[in-house]
């Protein structure tokens, strides 16, 4: 709902910017974030000073006493029924023609089912809807696949999405660098941890263009990259580690040079 203040209604802009700073811990439940057309988030961080996004349950980290968030008394058993899970919250969704800047960020316990118009439907950690992302140097631990619950396929013009912790559809982020480990859906134990379309896959050259804030940091070594530029990311205990290509009718001129994601 909008914020009223002195009668007048306050919104925040379509193509509108959100920054976060290092050190920065957001704890949720059940819930998620969306990246509406045109407008950019933010999460670059550093080594040692990461953006944190995680489980209100998760009492690994806060500010000040035990990190006891809900104030239920510190656990990080999985046996207890006040410690963190899978599917706690939902993840970060970046629609059409918006942008997304990750770097030092830490990702856990997410991919769950969150409420949309009158009911409820999964969301993976990360969702690349037509959207340009950028997801560097990040851990990605203890998340779910982000998929199913009551609602329709479609999430209401959200798209369908897939068993996966990064979904990406219709884009070209670049994913370098990160780690994945200890995803699982606990049932099926299908996840992957990327899950592309194949028309994804294109020609068109695509370098690192590094942080936000322009070339800082950006991966060298690759200038002849096209389509997606998925390197240097290290998998261990997960369900599948690696990237499943979703089958479609080829439309475009495809380069399939991500090797490294078997």
Do not use: C
Not at 6 to 31: C, E, F, H, T, Y
Not at 32 to 59: C, H, L, M, P, W
Not at 118 to 138: D, H, L, M, P, W
Not at 159 to 179: E, K
């Amino acid at each position: 709902s909008p914020l009223v203040i002195m009668n007048q209604k306050l919104r925040a802009r379509w193509d509108a910017s959100l920054v976060l700073d290092p050190n920065i811990v957001l704890k949720m439940d059940a819930g998620r974030i969306e990246v509406e057309n045109s407008a950019q988030f933010i999460a670059e961080a550093r080594d040692g000073n990461e953006v944190v996004f995680t489980s209100i349950q998760d009492d690994r980290y806060g500010s000040g006493g035990t990190f006891d968030t809900s104030s239920d008394g510190y656990s990080t058993e999985a046996a207890d029924s006040n410690a963190p899970g899978p599917a706690d919250w939902g993840g970060i969704y970046l629609s059409q023609d918006s942008k997304g800047q990750f770097d030092h960020a830490v990702f856990a316990y997410g991919g769950g089912i969150n409420r949309i118009e009158g009911t409820f439907r999964g969301f993976n950690v990360i969702e690349v809807q037509q959207a340009n992302a950028r997801i560097a140097n990040s851990l990605f631990e203890f998340n779910d696949d982000g998929f199913g619950g009551q609602g329709p396929d479609h999430r209401f013009d959200r798209r369908f999405n897939d068993g996966t912790i990064i979904m990406v559809r219709a884009s070209q982020p670049t994913i370098v660098n990160n780690t994945f480990r200890d995803n699982t859906d606990g049932e099926e134990r299908d996840l992957t941890m990327i899950s592309i379309n194949v028309n994804a896959l294109d020609h068109e050259l695509n370098p690192d263009g590094g942080r936000a804030v322009g070339l800082i940091d950006r991966i060298e070594g690759y200038p002849n990259n096209r389509g997606p530029l998925i390197v240097g990311n290290i998998m261990g205990s997960n369900d599948i580690n690696g990237m499943r290509v979703r089958g479609e009718t080829l439309t475009t001129q495809s380069i399939w040079d991500d090797t490294e994601i078997v």
